[in-house]
C-alpha cells in the first residue's frame, strides 16, 4: 500500500470548515483513498472512500486531485465533536486484507 | 453502527499468566481484526481473519494467538502476559475488507 503523510496536528474553528490534507505521491491506479477519525479513548470510526471521483456523504466530504497524488477531507461546519485523530489510508483491497493506519492528524475544534 | 462488542473493557494481569479477550460481532462479516495502540505507535495489526479457519499475522503478531471457529468471534490470546503487552486493544471487523467497523476496545494492564 502507499504510504501518506499527514500534519500532525491542525486547528479549526467551531462552525467553520475543516479542510484536512493528505499527501499520497505514490499511489497506485488500484487504490482507494478511505478516511478514519477516532475520538479519544474510542475505537476509529469509518468516514468517507474515494477512488479518483470526490464523494460527499452526511459526515464529510473527500476531495481528490486529478493525479490522485493528495486529498483532503472536508468537514463543512466543525463541531466540538469533531475533534479527533483523523486517518488518511491508502488501500487496494482485493486480496490485500490489511488496512495499515499511520500517526493521523490530531485535529482540535476551538469554541 | 455494526454490531462489534470487547470484552473485557478492562484487565489487569499478572506477567507470565495467559490472557484471552473476546471479541464478537453479530453482523456476519467474513474479516475480523485485531489490532493494538500504544503513544507513539498508532494502531497496529496484530492478527486477521479472512473466514471461518483462515486467519494469518499482522505486523506485531508475537506473543498473540488467534483462532476463528465460528464467524462470530475472534478472540485474541496471550499465551504468556509480558508487560510489552499493555495496550489498548481493538477488534474490528468488515465484510469487503474495506469499510472496517471497530469495538470499544479492551485496556490491558500486565504488571
Known amino acids: 500500500d502507499a504510504k501518506t503523510t499527514q500534519p500532525p496536528s491542525m486547528d479549526c474553528a467551531e462552525g467553520r470548515a475543516a479542510n484536512l490534507p493528505c499527501n499520497h505521491s505514490?499511489?497506485?491506479?488500484?487504490?482507494?483513498v478511505y478516511w478514519y477519525r477516532q475520538i479519544h479513548s474510542q475505537g476509529p470510526q469509518y468516514i468517507i472512500h474515494?477512488?479518483?471521483n470526490n464523494e460527499t456523504n452526511e459526515m464529510a466530504s473527500l476531495i481528490i486531485t486529478e493525479d490522485r497524488k493528495s486529498s483532503t477531507l472536508i468537514l463543512p461546519h466543525a463541531t466540538l465533536r469533531d475533534t479527533a485523530v483523523y486517518y488518511c489510508i491508502v488501500y487496494s483491497g482485493g486480496s490485500n486484507y490489511k488496512l495499515t493506519f499511520g500517526k493521523g492528524t490530531l485535529l482540535t475544534v476551538n469554541p | 453502527d455494526a454490531g462489534i462488542t470487547q470484552s473485557p473493557r478492562h484487565k489487569v494481569t499478572e506477567t507470565g499468566t495467559p490472557v484471552t479477550l473476546r471479541c464478537h460481532q453479530t453482523?456476519?462479516?467474513?474479516?475480523m481484526y485485531w489490532y493494538r495502540q500504544d503513544p507513539g505507535h498508532g494502531l497496529r495489526l496484530i492478527h486477521y481473519?479472512?473466514?471461518?479457519?483462515?486467519?494469518d499475522k499482522g505486523e506485531v503478531s508475537d506473543g498473540y494467538s488467534v483462532s476463528r471457529s465460528n464467524t462470530e468471534d475472534l478472540p485474541l490470546t496471550l499465551e504468556s502476559a509480558a508487560s510489552s503487552q499493555t495496550s489498548v486493544y481493538f477488534c474490528?471487523?468488515?465484510?469487503?475488507?474495506?469499510?472496517?467497523?471497530f469495538g470499544s476496545g479492551t485496556q490491558l494492564s500486565v504488571l
Open positions: 453482523e456476519n462479516h467474513r474479516y
Open positions: 474490528a471487523s468488515s465484510e469487503s475488507s474495506r469499510k472496517l467497523f
Open positions: 505514490t499511489i497506485s491506479g488500484n487504490e482507494y
Open positions: 481473519s479472512y473466514g471461518v479457519k483462515d486467519t
Open positions: 474515494g477512488l479518483k
